[in-house]
């Protein structure tokens, strides 16, 4: 059978869309273009759970890719939200909602003395590397193979998450122009960084990178990989931009800085500082974003950057972060997690690799460690679109790509966990 053919309702509601919208989604990632078949549609999600429009649930590791480190319809940020509504959507003035989400992310993020909040992920990295050439003067920018930091033209260049997963790392429509001042370097590789600069680094305005990359799946830096990027950069007064859209609130309530000790220039948020409504942010020392308009000469603006629901939700997600931290949860119910997997693919003889840190996950159909874009574009996809549809018919929603990572919520139960292994076992048995 066709995967889809049990959802007729979620399978008109895709035909419709296809109608309405350029491949029916309004994000290609969720197009489910690398697994075949046609994207579930959704109808509601409590917890840890996904329902999708013919009535099937599913227990639910992508969280809408990340924000919803407590589980989907989280009360306090569902109350805030409630509390906010009635008092106006939006008014493209000052609140004291951005004070305290503002405020929040300092008090978390000791790297940031000054915040601007933006409404994604992509307007903060977007922002961070303009930011990052007007302090400098400078216009070379360095990002890694695989790496993704959203759909920023300079940016959209080898990148990963759905550009790698559909093929197109590198854009039509993104100009020569608007990438020619990009270099891209291969990750976890000091030498090669290292090179570059003495090359050109009297050019280059910053290097941004992803701590803990996500969106090539889960990929661990070396510690060596982490102090070539800072001592090069410091040595050559370029800026250093950590893109934490994914990991910050995420591996560590201070983010993958505070877990690995890294000391950025500037970083960039997404995700979870929105507790799933649009937000973004970036920030760094007061002395670096005293560049941006008003203060300096950096253009940078939004007409919904910091709503007052967003903002809301966002510091109703931060406060439950800090007053009931789940860390200890999640990265015990992943761990878990982990070893199940991987002892099903042991045992169905499936050649692995599983890269963890903390609630973030990837199962890469692969013998060789991925330390790189180079491994992880090695690895069995095919397989893994068997594995997904597989995991998908037993009730268990994945990202659906070899090149995105899964997490963990704090929704989610031990019970929850052991159900996931046990629906891997019997998929990976019959790959
Ligand atoms: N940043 C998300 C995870 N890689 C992708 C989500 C999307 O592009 O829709």
Known sequence: MLPGTTRPKSHDAFARAKTFMPGGVNSPARAFGAVGGEPIVIDHAKGAHLFD????????????WGPM???????????????????????GAPTPGENELAEAILRIVPSIEKVRLV???????????????????????VKFAGNYHGHVDSLLVAAGSAAATLAVPDSPGVTAGASANTLVLAYNDPDGLRAAFQEQGDQIACVIFEPICGNMGVVVPTEEFLASLRQTTRDHDALLV????????????????????IDPDITTLGKIVGGGLPVGAYGGSDQIMAH??????????????GNPLATAAGVATLRALEETPPYGKIESLAARLETGLRQ?????GIAHQ???????????????????????????????????????????????????????????????????????AEVLEKL
């Not at 203060?295 to 007409?303: A, D, L, R």
């Open 242 to 261: 950590c893109d934490e859209v994914m990991t910050g609130f995420r591996v560590a309530l201070g983010g993958a800085q505070q877990r690995l000790g």
């Open 292 to 305: 941006l308009l008003p203060e300096g000469k950096v253009f940078q603006s939004g007409t919904l950057s």
């Open 69 to 91: 480190i407590f589980g989907h319809a989280f009360p306090p940020v569902v109350a805030a939200l409630q509390k906010a509504i009635a008092r106006g959507t939006s008014y």
């Open 354 to 424: 599983i890269a963890r840190v903390g609630s973030m996950m990837t199962l890469f159909f692969t013998e060789q460690p991925v330390t790189s874009w180079d491994d992880a574009s090695q690895c069995d996809t095919a397989r893994f679109a068997q594995y997904f549809w597989g995991m998908i018919d037993r009730g268990i929603y994945l990202p659906c790509s070899q090149y995105e990572a899964l997490f963990v919520s704090a929704a989610h139960t031990e019970d929850d966990i052991d159900q996931t292994i046990a629906a891997a």
């Open 53 to 64: 429009l013919d009535g099937h649930r599913y227990l639910d590791y992508v969280g809408s």
């Open 119 to 141: 409404s994604s992920g992509t307007e903060a990295t977007m922002s961070a590397i303009r930011l990052a050439r007007g302090v400098t003067g400078r216009d070379l920018i």
């Open 344 to 348: 099903a693919a042991e045992r169905a």
